[in-house]
């Protein structure tokens, strides 16, 4: 209607104009429009003065306008325009805006309307307000806020002394701020910056440590030399919820969780959700949610809380996992799948990707492979399950050691951020390993790759102001590898861009996808690849938002998520990520290569294993650390007993090792197995080690199972396994079953307090005792039998029977002494069974 009378005053307009009664009507340009600010309706009706925004040389304009969407209601009356929100709206819209003039000319404008009320002065269109406060002492001169958002300025925010604590309102756009405290008339009676001891994360600019330093230094004093803290503003529009009580009583199998909701700008709540196991429950309140749930069974639950306002913004989910069971973490068997080389069991996702390496092309491993496995890992005594990376991979062949080129099949080349590697199956393949393991009880960690993209993901292409400038990690100045010179800046390959942490996007964009995955699939935890290489914000962070988005300790939460590293360095470096804002632990390099010296080498003594292993508790404390003898970038461990290291290339091809025949080989592993098992600490199996399955280095450590094992279809026990494959693998699978289960049921072979009960080079034996369970654990590595008589008492052992679980063999004590024969290169794990 509006519209039609507009075009009526111009058709006169311009009949008049024809007759030469305007002169010059017809030459020069558009109206023009000048900006608007946004509008806030408040819910109201508002009118908005147009005179000031339009200028035209031939006189005032026909002025029209529409809504972008339902949401409003317009009119233009003269010069004014009037917008009316439909009822209840809160969201935001845009009025077009168009003038035309008597000879036909027109320009459009957009104006930005928001149906809250406008922020408070001093922010931006889409601030929102946030408090930061900072315990320090009334004493000073003052404390002000310095960061990216004021050009680190000093003096322009300065805090507020109230309620026994310093603080400020910031009105920020929503985005990542680093910023630090500045004291004034500190002690020295200058200005002191430091961080935020508040702050869950942190930010290390460029340079914030020398190459050889180790360790982090942020302990926010002033003058100190702390990375900057970071401040996180998250968009105000939707309602927020925060866990404010989360008890969980396993014994009782009950869950009791209160939640707070903090309105947004779109008014009241009109929609709230919350489940229990995917299953709708009730507990909305009207201010938050109060759930109380008993009766769950034994294993694992999930509970998610989201709610939806009137101007259709939903809350950032809460999502609180938890376990109904008396199990840790260090009392686990973890198997490294390496999907890719594990079991086919979609033929339908096959290729090669074109990659011309033997080993370097994918093989057809999946999900569903995985997924048919899972009741042969159960009764292997499995029960934490490593994934490689699921992220979408990079597409063709890359080139790659001894002039040939590779696929992304081990998963380290991610090209996407949130998208299953179609290789591997999709989301319902995923969904459904994780399922199915829960449901035995096993815990499911992923790979998460965070030190570098594909030259082809979104982040890199989109956004190139992330990633360091290249430099090789194998570049060579002075002597030095790029790995040790540079860790942090190096790039892997030249199509793998390293991240530069220092920039706050990609800090904070990397650590929410690391969540997302977490959250969405129902992790249990994280192996965090190349940690050494990564800022140590990412691991402070990780942990930061680990604690917040999935453990939720600030409300009595307990289910750890495990985020275990790999830091391949020394016990410093090691030790230098680990800890309440880092990760929950590492992999145990040093003992790794103390085992290989000890039962392959021989260049250290039975003794000395030991002695490295308490090297490492006392370096690493309560660390949750992992024990291993091989993984997927060394060499295997049975190739190293026969062959030795050989090199990765033959010549301009892979070096395939065959399968081992070498009974020695195989009894160094099965020594080294029981080790493994026999001390704190979570013990690694790299899928196969089971078998001994053969391999030089990188990529013939990962050959497929089914090259040793033939076809894995069908394949849900140990014993069917065994059937398939030869004596030795045979053997060695027996061996690992029999150490994952005695260690499952006997608290003192995880836990155990070791006493040393027999020393020498080539044979020792220790006690372990712990809860009242007792084991005695003795491995001969040298070439003879041995027979061994010796106290119990002294070490802590009580008299009466003890089983081997290698063997089922007995002994008996008598007078508080027992005699037990050991083969050569053998072990035994006896266990206490009665007085």
């Known amino acids: 209607m509006l519209e039609s009378r507009a075009r009526g005053g111009l058709m006169r307009r311009c009949v008049i104009a024809a007759l030469g009664l305007l002169p010059g009507c017809c030459g020069g340009g558009d109206p023009i429009w000048s900006p608007f600010e946004p509008i806030y309706l408040g819910g109201a009706t508002t009118s908005v003065d147009l005179s000031g925004h339009i200028t035209d040389d031939r006189g005032v304009p026909e002025i029209s306008a529409s809504p972008a969407g339902g949401e409003l209601i317009v009119e233009v009356d003269g010069s004014e325009l009037l917008i009316t929100p439909q009822p209840g709206w809160r969201g935001s819209s845009s009025v077009i805006l168009v003038a035309e003039d008597a000879c036909g000319n027109r320009s459009s404008t957009e104006l930005e309307v928001h149906g809250g009320e406008a922020p408070t002065p001093g922010g931006g269109p889409g601030a929102c307000s946030t408090i930061l406060t900072y315990a320090g002492p009334e004493s000073l001169d003052g404390v002000a806020v310095a960061g990216a958002f004021?050009?680190?300025?000093?003096?322009?925010?300065?805090?507020?002394?109230?309620?026994?604590?310093?603080?400020?309102?910031?009105?920020?756009?929503?985005?990542?701020?680093?910023?630090?405290?500045?004291?004034?008339?500190?002690?020295?009676?200058?200005?002191?910056?430091?961080?935020?001891?508040?702050?869950?994360?942190?930010?290390?600019?460029?340079?914030?440590?020398?190459p050889w330093e180790i360790g982090l230094t942020h302990d926010c004093v002033p003058g100190g030399t702390s990375c900057n803290s970071l401040l996180v503003v998250e968009p105000c529009a939707p309602p927020r919820l925060q866990a404010r009580i989360v008890e969980i009583?396993?014994?009782?199998?009950?869950?009791?969780?209160?939640?707070?909701?903090?309105?947004?700008?779109?008014?009241?709540?009109?929609?709230?959700?919350?489940?229990?196991?995917?299953?709708?429950?009730?507990?909305?309140?009207?201010?938050?949610?109060?759930?109380?749930?008993?009766?769950?069974?034994?294993?694992?639950?999930?509970?998610?809380?989201?709610?939806?306002?009137?101007?259709?913004?939903?809350?950032?989910?809460?999502?609180?996992?938890?376990?109904?069971?008396?199990?840790?973490?260090?009392?686990?068997?973890?198997?490294?799948?390496?999907?890719?080389?594990?079991?086919?069991?979609?033929?339908?996702?096959?290729?090669?990707?074109?990659?011309?390496?033997?080993?370097?092309?994918?093989?057809?491993?999946?999900?569903?492979?995985?997924?048919?496995?899972?009741?042969?890992?159960?009764?292997?005594?499995?029960?934490?399950?490593?994934?490689?990376?699921?992220?979408?991979?990079?597409?063709?062949?890359?080139?790659?050691?001894?002039?040939?080129t590779f696929s992304g099949y081990h998963a380290y080349w991610p090209d996407a951020a949130r998208s299953i590697e179609e290789h591997f199956g999709d989301e319902a393949d995923l969904e459904a390993v994780v399922e199915a393991a829960h449901a035995r009880g096993m815990r499911v960690i992923m790979d998460w790759v965070a030190n570098h993209v594909h030259q082809d993901h979104p982040y890199a292409v989109e956004h190139p102001e992330w990633f360091n400038d290249f430099e090789h990690c194998e570049s060579v100045v002075d002597g030095q590898l790029g790995f040790d010179r540079i860790p942090e800046r190096c790039w892997f390959a030249p199509y793998l861009p390293?991240?530069?942490?220092?920039?706050?996007?990609?800090?904070?964009?990397?650590?929410?996808?690391?969540?997302?995955?977490?959250?969405?699939?129902?992790?249990?935890?994280?192996?965090?690849?190349?940690?050494?290489?990564?800022?140590?914000?990412?691991?402070?962070?990780?942990?930061?938002?680990?604690?917040?988005?999935?453990?939720?300790?600030?409300?009595?939460?307990?289910?750890?998520?495990?985020?275990?590293?790999?830091?391949?360095?020394?016990?410093?470096?090691?030790?230098?990520?680990?800890?309440?804002?880092?990760?929950?632990?590492?992999?145990?390099?040093?003992?790794?290569?103390?085992?290989?010296?000890?039962?392959?080498?021989?260049?250290?003594?039975?003794?000395?294993?030991?002695?490295?292993?308490?090297?490492?508790?006392?370096?690493?404390?309560?660390?949750?650390m992992s024990n291993f003898l091989g993984n997927h970038d060394v060499l295997r461990f049975i190739t190293d007993a026969e062959t030795g290291y050989l090199g990765a290339c033959d010549g301009a091809q892979i070096r395939v090792a065959p399968p081992s025949s070498n009974p020695w080989a195989y009894q160094r592993l099965a020594l080294a197995f029981t080790f493994l098992f026999t001390v704190p600490g979570t013990p690694l199996v790299y899928y196969g080690d089971e078998?001994?399955?053969?391999?030089?280095?990188?990529?013939?450590?990962?050959?497929?199972?089914?090259?040793?094992?033939?076809?894995?279809?069908g394949v849900s026990s140990v014993a069917e396994l065994s059937a398939r494959v030869d004596p030795l693998a045979s053997d060695m699978l027996w061996h690992v079953r029999a150490l994952a289960h005695a260690r499952s049921e006997h608290v003192a072979l995880r836990r155990g307090e070791r006493i040393e009960w027999w020393a020498e080079p080539d044979l020792v034996a220790y006690a372990l005792g712990a809860e009242g369970d007792h084991a005695l654990v003795i491995l001969n590595r040298g070439g003879s039998d041995r027979q061994l008589t010796n106290g119990l008492s002294f070490a802590g052992l009580p008299g009466g029977v003890y089983e081997d679980v290698l063997t089922q063999a007995t002994f008996t004590s008598a007078r508080d002494q027992i005699t037990i024969d050991v083969g050569a290169n053998r072990s035994r794990v006896l266990v206490w069974r009665s007085p």
């Open 150 to 210: 004021n050009g680190w300025s000093a003096e322009s925010h300065p805090m507020a002394f109230e309620d026994g604590a310093w603080s400020i309102a910031l009105e920020l756009e929503p985005g990542a701020y680093p910023y630090k405290l500045v004291e004034l008339g500190g002690a020295s009676g200058d200005e002191g910056w430091l961080c935020d001891p508040e702050a869950r994360f942190i930010q290390c600019e460029e340079g914030y440590k020398e």
């Open 249 to 404: 009583d396993r014994g009782a199998g009950s869950v009791h969780v209160e939640i707070d909701a903090v309105p947004g700008s779109g008014g009241e709540v009109v929609d709230a959700v919350a489940t229990l196991d995917d299953q709708p429950i009730e507990g909305w309140t009207g201010a938050g949610f109060v759930v109380s749930a008993g009766g769950l069974a034994t294993g694992r639950h999930t509970l998610r809380f989201s709610v939806t306002d009137a101007g259709g913004n939903t809350s950032d989910e809460v999502y609180i996992p938890l376990w109904i069971d008396d199990w840790s973490w260090e009392d686990g068997v973890l198997y490294f799948a390496f999907l890719d080389r594990v079991h086919n069991g979609e033929a339908g996702n096959d290729g090669s990707e074109g990659a011309t390496a033997v080993g370097g092309a994918y093989e057809g491993g999946d999900l569903q492979g995985l997924l048919e496995l899972i009741p042969y890992l159960d009764d292997l005594g499995v029960d934490i399950l490593w994934l490689s990376n699921l992220q979408d991979n990079a597409e063709g062949a890359w080139d790659g050691q001894c002039g040939l």
């Open 691 to 713: 078998l001994g399955l053969s391999g030089n280095p990188d990529p013939d450590n990962r050959q497929p199972l089914w090259w040793r094992t033939g076809d894995l279809s």
């Open 498 to 624: 390293d991240i530069d942490y220092a920039q706050p996007e990609a800090l904070v964009t990397m650590v929410d996808d690391a969540m997302w995955w977490a959250k969405t699939y129902e992790l249990d935890g994280f192996r965090v690849d190349a940690v050494k290489h990564m800022s140590h914000a990412v691991v402070y962070n990780l942990a930061g938002a680990v604690d917040a988005q999935l453990e939720h300790t600030d409300a009595g939460g307990d289910e750890h998520f495990w985020t275990l590293g790999e830091t391949f360095d020394s016990y410093d470096r090691i030790n230098a990520y680990i800890g309440e804002r880092g990760l929950s632990g590492q992999f145990d390099f040093p003992l790794y290569y103390s085992i290989r010296d000890a039962f392959i080498y021989g260049n250290g003594t039975l003794p000395d294993v030991l002695a490295s292993y308490d090297t490492s508790r006392a370096a690493y404390g309560d660390a949750l």
